[in-house]
């Protein structure tokens, strides 16, 4: 990349002015990206507006459309809802509306539209856009603008952000404010599941969600519900007796329990609604259980952001100011979003169209096609929630192939959860299912026993590794292990874990030669807080650390806002991976982050502090600067907190915390379950299609490099990668995977905490199309 061209991230928004608004329900996160847009606009010189109350402060103008500074947006980002207000505005619906806030944007010499809001907000400005020159040119025929303003106003740019609990929006792997909602619910159905247990109730509990079963489905999966109604895909006609049945089950069981989820849009096959009184008297009726409902509601669009909102939001601003800066009068109107965990444009239209097409399939009952029309993500959350919610496990004793389930390396929160899908997945094959207890140790123990059904009931929301966990590695017990192999005939190994799951598969690989045993096909399921197994953008247990170090730096930055003039030094686990550090700075809005892939001297040291003194004279008195633990040798978190104090002498005093072990503690959050129990069921579909495929003279013979995998999340798909191929992808030393996509968010935090420095563009979305996209979408 040229220097002209890092240096054109700077320049181009000179001479420009973009306004935001913020538009139809709120989302949390909304804040996230606001701050994003105001913030990225003014770096690269452009000058930004507010547009308060939404498309109503457009038309109503004056006071509505303020311009925003750098300190406006402080302290946004942890704020639930929006900042700037939203309204549902009728005046914008009528061309005499439209044609007032085109008034108001040209006296101001703004042509750049960012639309945070759903798909009917997003809609209007699409409309706004194709309207725009017949507006300006009766504006001019009335005399209310100079033929040199309609000139300089030729064309509006427009991109959208998509704000909406529901994750309605199709193109949009997650919308903003999606994840936060799943908090909400999910906090609470955990808080219902210990009253429930208490009483032996049966609990129906309705979510939002009108048209999209989204909420409802990856909470039926997050707290392993006994059903689920969404209105895409309405139950079978004798769904009554199927409930029923399914809830007996479950008691007989020995469940204390059972927990309905519905979407407030919930339809039977002849699309008449399907209430939760409705499901109530059923129950009540039939089976007699004592049954309680329980609706929502405006919770769910309540609270804080999620970590991963703020970062959805902060990441999806910066593409958005950046696509109506490149834009032109030929670019269509675009979306910004991510897949997977790339930023795409898509075109907003296209978009808008097949989240109508949805809508009208399921109106006139094409129920299969708007299934497919929701994308390859929410087909495959129903599917894992068919099978671990409808198929009955078979009865026979003598099971098909025998696979165990161990934990390896350190806890996280979401190993129950991937063991639970594992256990029930592989029972559901006709599976022999046995757990492992205490990592490899316990394997050359023999702390084995097999698991059945009711063995992992309600280890979803549980945190920590209820199996236990140990970092002990394999290779110094191969002699053990391999008798226990044989004597529990293991013919598959589940090993889910951190950077040592990975080193133990290394050696289990070398360790063939030697031991015949060990020539059984194994699957890595990546779990750890640090993120830092090679093969995997993500790793389960990874995002509700960072919501641990998200909420805990609020809470200390708030204590600081009575205390002016104060900087935190924070100290964050990770080991040498600079991923929560990184992450969570993005998500509190840190200073600084300093991790070790990223090396520093005393120079960038001196120049943070001076930055921060700099800071102390605005608005904004107080500072946050993360340190990952293994950062740097020399510069140890007592060391540049000693720094600081002595730099900030009579301008700042600062303080230290070292966050330690709550950071892998804690009940795990709504993505860590998700992801956990399809990483858990993927890896279990492969592992008995592997057993099947290694029979060698009536045993099991694996020992090619495909039959010992990480399983890991890559761009936008789950993927099974052999051990061995990783081996050239990884930093021993360091236990790290030597390039990790995350690096390229590193300067969105600088940019965000105001310094100087290069935008590096050339990694930016183009636009793509939503047809194309469907097929090769990530399938978590």
């Not at 004798?238 to 309905?260: A, F, K, P, Q, V």
């Not at 269509?332 to 795409?344: F, H, K, R």
């Not at 290694?694 to 890559?714: E, H, K, Q, W």
Request: hydrophobic share 40%; net charge neutral.
């Amino acid at each position: 990349m040229t220097h002209e061209e890092h240096h054109a991230a700077k320049t181009l928004g000179i001479g420009k002015a973009i306004a935001v608004l913020t538009s139809g329900g709120d989302a949390q996160g909304m804040n996230a990206a606001v701050r994003a847009v105001v913030r990225v606009g003014i770096f690269t010189g452009a000058r930004v507006f507010f547009v308060h109350e939404g498309y109503q402060g457009l038309v109503d103008g004056g006071d509505h459309i303020r311009e925003a500074t750098w300190e406006s947006v402080s302290m946004m980002l942890q704020l639930g809802g929006t900042v700037i207000g939203s309204a549902r505005c009728k005046d914008f619906r009528d061309r005499e509306g439209r044609l007032r806030a085109a008034l108001n944007l040209v006296k101001l010499g703004i042509t750049n539209l960012c639309v945070i809001g759903g798909d009917g907000s997003l809609t209007g400005a699409d409309t706004f856009r194709s309207e725009w020159s017949d507006l300006l040119s009766d504006l001019q025929k009335a005399g209310k603008i100079t033929a040199e303003e309609a000139t300089k106003s030729s064309y509006l740019n427009i991109v959208g952000l998509v704000g909406s609990i529901d994750n309605d929006f199709c193109g949009t792997d997650m919308t903003i404010g999606t994840d936060s909602a799943l908090h909400r619910i999910v906090e609470i159905v955990d808080a219902i599941t210990t009253t429930a247990q208490s009483h032996q109730r049966t609990f129906v509990l309705e979510v939002m969600g009108r048209h999209c079963g989204y909420l409802a489905l990856v909470t039926s999966l997050s707290c392993g519900a006994d059903w689920v109604f969404i209105p895409e895909c309405p139950p079978d006609d004798d769904w009554e007796e199927h409930l029923c049945r399914r809830l007996t089950e479950t008691r007989t069981r020995g469940s204390r329990l059972n927990i309905i989820i519905v979407a407030e849009g919930a339809i039977d096959k002849n699309g008449k609604p399907i209430t939760s009184e409705d499901i109530k008297n059923l129950v009540v009726k039939r089976l007699g259980y004592d049954t309680r409902v329980t609706v929502l509601g405006h919770v769910q669009r309540g609270g804080t952001p999620s970590a991963f909102d703020r970062i959805l939001g902060s990441r999806m601003g910066v593409e958005a100011v950046m696509a109506l800066l490149e834009g032109t009068p030929d670019t269509p109107a675009c979306v910004v979003s991510l897949s997977g965990n790339q930023a795409v444009r898509l075109p907003l239209m296209e978009c808008v169209q097949v989240t109508k097409d949805v809508t009208k399939a399921m109106d006139e009952k094409r129920f299969d096609e708007a299934m497919k029309l929701r994308g390859r993500s929410f087909m495959n959350n129903w599917e894992v929630y068919k099978l671990l919610a409808h198929v009955r496990p078979p009865v026979s004793k003598s099971g098909l192939h025998t696979v165990a389930v161990m934990n390896v390396g350190a806890p996280a929160a979401g190993m129950n959860a991937a063991v639970r899908s594992t256990v029930r997945i592989g029972l559901i094959q006709g599976n022999r299912v046995l757990v492992v207890h205490d990592g490899f140790e316990g394997l050359a123990k023999g702390q084995i026993e097999e698991a059945g059904w009711s063995y992992v009931g309600g280890w979803t929301g549980q945190g920590g590794s209820k199996l236990g966990t140990k970092r002990t590695l394999p290779k110094k017990n191969f002699e053990q292990i391999s008798a226990n192999i044989t004597k529990f005939n293991i013919q598959g190994l589940i090993i889910i874990g951190g950077f040592e799951a990975y080193t133990g598969g290394l050696e289990l690989m070398e360790g063939r030669k030697q031991f015949d045993e060990l020539c059984i096909p194994f699957v890595v399921i990546p779990a750890t807080v640090s993120n830092n197994v090679p093969g995997s953008d993500f790793s389960i247990g990874a995002d509700t650390a960072l919501n641990t170090i998200c909420t805990t730096c609020d809470r200390i930055k708030q204590s600081a806002a009575g205390t002016k003039r104060r900087v935190f030094i924070i100290e964050t686990m990770g080991g040498y991976c600079g991923y929560l550090a990184t992450m969570a700075g993005l998500a509190a809005g840190a200073d600084a982050a300093y991790i070790f892939e990223e090396p520093f001297t005393i120079r960038d040291l001196q120049a943070n502090v001076e930055h921060l003194v700099q800071k102390m004279k605005t608005t904004v008195k107080r500072g946050l600067v993360l340190r990952n633990e293994k950062c740097n040798e020399n510069y140890t978190t007592d060391f540049i907190f000693n720094l600081y104090s002595e730099e900030g002498k009579g301008i700042f005093d600062s303080r230290k915390n070292v966050l330690g072990h709550m950071q892998q503690g804690g009940s795990p959050t709504p993505f860590d379950r998700n992801f956990a129990t399809k990483m858990g069921a993927k890896a279990m579909n492969w592992m008995s299609g592997k057993i099947k495929e290694s029979y060698r003279n009536g045993r099991i013979f694996a020992n090619t490099p495909d039959s010992g995998c990480v399983l890991g999340m890559r761009k936008r798909a789950l993927v099974f990668q052999p051990v061995t191929e990783l081996k050239d992808q990884t930093d021993f030393e360091h236990r790290i995977p030597k390039e990790q996509w995350w690096l390229k968010l590193r300067p969105i935090l600088k940019i965000l905490a105001k310094y100087e420095i290069d935008l590096d563009t050339s990694d930016h979305a183009h636009l793509e199309h939503i047809s194309r996209k469907r097929s090769g979408e990530a399938a978590v």
